[in-house]
């Protein structure tokens, strides 16, 4: 699997876009981009995924350039409840893949009044 | 629905007792996942099911470790006997599929081995 590298933190201020990088440069053109947060004390949360277009759900975008070899998740006006680790993941996807989700170290992000 | 379920959410045992976590996962979701999370190593994957089959269990420590599906709607994961470097957080997971689809995490269980 490609690996990811991410900051090992960064902070925000409430109420601004807070802007996570993600660097996959040997990603493979069957793997997709997942990203997971994962609050204080629960369980990992699932955000979202592409594989080369942008995405965009309630919680989040995800801009992926247009190589593949990085990303940036977006959370449009972060809110307190955002503090949270935000894992990058990148994964094939289908049957024979399995869908074995390795987790690195993830960015720590603080989002401050 | 109620999510993954697991229980206990918190078990302290002493070295050498046998330790079973339970998960049941989210209603109609085919493949199941065990993992496991240290300050020292991070979240990692132990073994996942699919249609109550382990399918890759090469995360599983080492003998101590077992885990079992007797149907879709119950796991669980054996450590016997336990060891104080077991002590860490074990989150269950489902998903919809193998491969496809999002995986939904439970609280997890905090072990405590003294």
């Known amino acids: 699997d490609a690996k990811t590298t991410q900051p090992t933190s960064m902070d925000c201020a409430e109420g601004r876009a807070a802007n996570l990088p993600c660097n996959h440069s040997?990603?493979?053109?069957?793997?997709?981009v997942y990203w997971y947060r994962q609050i204080h004390s629960q369980g990992p949360q699932y955000i979202i995924h592409g594989l080369k277009n942008n995405e965009t759900n309630e919680m989040a975008s995800l801009i992926i350039t247009e190589d593949r070899k990085s990303s940036t998740l977006i959370l449009p006006h972060a809110t307190l409840r955002d503090t949270a680790v935000y894992y990058c993941?990148?994964?094939?996807?289908?049957?024979?893949?399995?869908?074995?989700?390795?987790f690195g170290g993830g960015t720590r992000v603080l989002v401050k009044p | 629905d109620a999510g993954v379920i697991q229980s206990p959410r918190h078990e302290v045992t002493e070295m050498g007792q046998e330790v079973t976590l339970r998960c049941k996962p989210i209603?109609?979701?085919?493949?199941l996942f065990w993992y496991r999370q240290t300050m020292m190593r991070g979240l990692e994957l132990l073994i996942y099911f699919n249609n109550n089959v382990p399918i890759d269990d090469s995360g599983m420590p080492e003998d101590r470790f077992s885990a079992k599906m007797p149907n879709a709607s119950f796991s669980t994961l054996k450590i016997q006997p336990s060891e104080p470097r077991d002590s860490a957080v074990y989150f269950c997971?489902?998903?919809?599929?193998?491969?496809?689809?999002?995986?939904?995490f439970g609280p997890g269980t905090r072990l405590t081995v003294t």
């Open positions: 040997t990603i493979s053109g069957n793997e997709y």
């Open positions: 993941i990148v994964n094939p996807r289908g049957r024979a893949a399995g869908n074995k989700l390795t």
């Open positions: 209603s109609g979701h085919n493949s």
């Open positions: 997971a489902s998903s919809l599929g193998a491969g496809d689809y999002e995986q939904y």
